[in-house]
C-alpha cells in the first residue's frame, strides 16, 4: 500500500513537471523577439518531425482501412445478392455501408493521431448543423430514397414513368434514382420529389391493353370496317385470345367516322404488338377499299 501511495504521488509530480516545462516554453514570438533563432529552429524541426510522423501514420491507417472497407464490400455484396433480389435496395444498402465505414474511418484516424473525442464529437455537431442547413434538399432526397425502397413504387428493372421522364430503373441511390431511357440515357431523378409524386408503374402488371384507333371517310361499310380490324387481331399470335379483342365505333368526326381497337398482350410485348397493328390495319385498308379521310374545309367566296 505504500509503495502505491509512492508510485502515485511520482506519476503525479511527473505530470505536473511536464505541464511546467510546457508552460515555461517560450513561443516563436517570444523567441523571434528575443533573437533566439537556433531554439526556433529546433522548435520547428520538433514540431514538423511530429507533425510528419502523424501523417504518416494516419496515411497508414487510411490505405489500410481503404482495403479492409473493400473486404468488407465485397463480402456483403455477395451476401445482398443472395439474400435480396432488388437491385435497387442492394445498391442503396451499399450506398449506406460505404458511408457508414468511411466516417467510421476518419474518426478512427483523427483519435489516434491525438484529437480528443469529446472535441471531434463538438466539432462534428457545429459542422452537421450547418451543413443540414446548407443541404436540406439533399435530406429530403435522403429520406425520399428511403421511403421509395420501404414503400417500393417499383423495383430495379422496372419501366417507370415519373416527373416528366419514363425509363428502366437501375438504380436507387443516396440521393437519386438512376433510369435507363428507350434511346439509352441516362436521367438522374431526386428522391425526394420522385418519393412524392405519382408514379406509372409499366411493369407491375402481367398484361397491358393496346388501344388503336383507326379513322375512315364516310360512306364506308361499319360492319366492314369491324370484321376487318377483328380479324387481323385474332390472327396475331402475340394477342392473347382472353380478353378477346374489340372493335366497335367511338366517335363521327367532322370528315371521318373512329373506330377504335382494343387488345390485350403480354407487357413485354406490348411495343411490337403496337407497331404490328399499325402496320396491318393500313395495308388491310387499302386492300379493301375504304380510305382514310383527310380533313376538308369547303370556302364559299361572297360576290360583290
Known amino acids: 500500500m505504500p509503495d502505491e501511495i509512492l508510485f502515485t504521488q511520482a506519476e503525479t509530480a511527473t505530470t505536473e513537471s511536464v505541464n511546467q516545462v510546457i508552460e515555461q516554453s517560450p513561443t516563436a514570438a517570444e523567441l523571434i523577439k528575443n533573437g533566439q533563432f537556433e531554439e526556433l529552429l529546433d522548435q520547428f524541426l520538433t514540431g514538423s518531425i511530429d507533425i510528419l510522423g502523424k501523417l504518416l501514420i494516419a496515411l ?50 483523427i483519435n489516434i493521431v491525438g484529437s480528443k473525442t469529446v472535441s471531434l464529437a463538438a466539432l462534428i455537431g457545429s459542422v452537421g448543423l450547418a451543413l443540414g442547413l446548407a443541404v436540406k434538399d439533399n435530406l429530403a432526397n435522403f429520406a425520399g430514397g ?32 438512376t433510369l435507363t431511357t428507350f434511346d439509352n440515357k441516362t ?15 409499366y411493369s407491375t402488371q402481367a398484361t397491358r391493353r393496346v388501344d388503336l384507333t383507326v379513322n375512315v371517310e364516310y360512306g364506308s361499310d361499319v360492319e366492314e370496317v369491324k370484321r376487318l380490324l377483328l380479324e387481323i387481331a385474332e390472327k396475331h399470335p402475340q394477342v392473347l385470345k382472353d380478353p378477346a379483342p374489340l372493335s366497335r365505333m367511338v366517335k363521327m368526326n367532322d370528315s371521318s367516322i373512329d373506330f377504335v381497337l382494343r387488345v390485350w398482350t403480354l407487357s413485354g410485348d406490348f411495343w411490337p404488338v403496337t407497331f404490328d397493328l399499325n402496320e396491318q390495319v393500313y395495308n388491310a385498308l387499302n386492300a379493301n377499299g375504304l380510305n382514310i379521310p383527310f380533313p376538308q374545309m369547303t370556302i364559299h367566296m361572297a360576290k360583290d
Open 60 to 109: 497508414l491507417i487510411f490505405f489500410l482501412g481503404r482495403w479492409l472497407i473493400k473486404q468488407i464490400d465485397k463480402v456483403f455484396k455477395r451476401m445482398l445478392n443472395r439474400k435480396v433480389d432488388d437491385i435497387a435496395l442492394r445498391s442503396f444498402l451499399m450506398n449506406i455501408l460505404n458511408i457508414a465505414l468511411f466516417a467510421t474511418l476518419i474518426i478512427l484516424i
Open 187 to 201: 436521367v438522374h431523378i431526386s428522391n425526394g420529389p420522385l418519393s412524392t409524386g405519382n408514379i406509372i408503374n
Open 146 to 177: 428511403v421511403m421509395l425502397l420501404f414503400n417500393k413504387p417499383f423495383k430495379g428493372g422496372d419501366y417507370i414513368e415519373a416527373q416528366g421522364v419514363a425509363g428502366t430503373v437501375q438504380s436507387v441511390g443516396i440521393l437519386y434514382t
